[in-house]
Nanobody, 123 residues
Framework: QVQLVESGGGLVQAGGSLRLSCAAS????????MGWFRQAPGKEREFVAA????????YDSDSVSGRFTISRDNAKNTVYLQMNSLKPEDTAVYYC????????????????WGQGTQVTVST
């Protein structure tokens, strides 16, 4: 199992930026694809972005493409989510996850999760 701890959430005005971090530890933390999901109140957990083990391949959802960037630093066992041009509809709890099996856009494919960090975007 991989242990994941997110940080960097907060309150920001629309159009602003935040960078989320996810520190990974435990079993083969450096050897797992990593991802970010988010969950707004009353909604299902939604895929945001994913990154390969090397960091050479990244994937993101249409709703954040061009605004959010996922990256990783394997020397620090850390994955980042740079969020720019934030919108009120980006408000959610953001979760870091690791080691998918199957369709990486589905939350059910990811076994390990962090506790989440709240991002609130005001108008």
């Amino acid at each position: 199992q991989v242990q994941l701890v997110e940080s960097g959430g907060g309150l920001v005005q629309a159009g602003g930026s935040l960078r989320l971090s996810c520190a990974a530890s435990g079993r083969t933390a450096q050897s797992n694809p990593m991802g970010w999901f988010r969950q707004a109140p009353g909604k299902e957990r939604e895929f945001v972005a994913a990154i390969s083990v090397s960091g050479g391949s990244t994937y993101d959802s249409d709703s954040v493409s061009g605004r959010f960037t996922i990256s990783r630093d394997n020397a620090k066992n850390t994955v980042y989510l740079q969020m720019n041009s934030l919108k009120p509809e980006d408000t959610a709890v953001y979760y870091c996850t690791a080691d998918p099996e199957g369709d990486y856009t589905r939350a059910e494919s990811w076994p390990d999760w962090g506790q989440g960090t709240q991002v609130t975007v005001s108008t």
